[in-house]
């Protein structure tokens, strides 16, 4: 059973625009929900992550929204770059023992 | 650089053969996760060590087993190898206080033929 579902498989965006990935999580004990950015032959590195105390954060260009509620959270990419091309996993986890990753959103951003 | 390593960076053997992956964690980082990476699975959680004890075990098979050493070091041996390990298999550490942020290694790519 998939604890992290994550969508689109991948996104193709025009440079400047607004990316969107999103996920939705089953389990309601997870306490944190970082996104980790991916490029070609690298590990994956951590991007922004928030905890469920709060709706949404935001750090530069990169904005997590969370909705308790609805068990589901989002990325945006403001202003999308080229050099934002990346696969981009989406993970929850509790108490930071076993973290639950989404299948990966390809995105391209094209100039 | 994440600061984790891990080797070999590739790997290439046959089915029924056992291999042993390394990683050796962030100086100070007393967490060690692994995690199996494939096309079709996505990042799949193996298990998580924590100064050297089993902190958590994720989807990890009866054929796989990982060690923590006194050193922090960590070892992920697989054995009776399938075509379907074929996989990239990447480390994590962290610093178990601020468990949040992991960091990743560059990942060891497994090929079993």
């Known amino acids: 059973q998939q604890q992290v579902k994550q969508s689109p498989q991948s996104l193709i965006v025009q440079k400047g625009g607004i990316s969107i990935i999103n996920c939705a999580y089953e389990?309601?004990?997870?306490?944190?929900f970082p996104w980790y950015q991916q490029f070609p032959g690298k590990g994956p590195a951590l991007l922004i992550a928030?905890?469920?105390?709060?709706s949404e954060k935001k750090e530069g260009r990169f904005t997590i929204s969370f909705n308790k509620s609805a068990k589901q959270f989002s990325l945006h990419i403001m202003d999308s770059q080229p050099g934002d091309s990346a696969t981009y996993f989406c993970?929850?986890?509790?108490?930071?023992?076993?973290?639950?990753f989404g299948t990966g959103t390809s995105l391209t951003v094209i100039p | 650089d994440s600061g984790v390593t891990q080797t070999p960076k590739h790997l290439i053997t046959a089915t029924g053969q056992r291999v042993t992956l390394r990683c050796s964690p962030r100086?100070?980082?007393?967490?060690v996760y692994w995690y199996q990476q494939s096309l079709d699975q996505g990042l799949q959680f193996l298990i998580q060590?924590?100064?050297?004890?089993?902190?958590a075990k994720g989807n990890i098979l009866e054929r796989f087993s990982a060690q923590q050493f006194p050193d922090l070091h960590s070892e992920l041996n697989l054995s009776s190898l399938e075509l379907g390990d074929s996989a990239l298999y990447f480390c994590?550490?962290?610093?178990?206080?601020?468990?949040?942020?992991?960091?990743f290694g560059p990942g060891t790519r497994l090929t079993v033929l």
């Open positions: 994590a550490s962290s610093d178990g206080t601020s468990w949040d942020e992991q960091f």
């Open positions: 389990n309601t004990a997870f306490d944190y």
């Open positions: 928030i905890r469920p105390d709060v």
């Open positions: 993970a929850a986890s509790r108490a930071g023992n076993q973290f639950y």
């Open positions: 100086s100070g980082d007393l967490s």
């Open positions: 060590y924590y100064n050297g004890e089993e902190r």
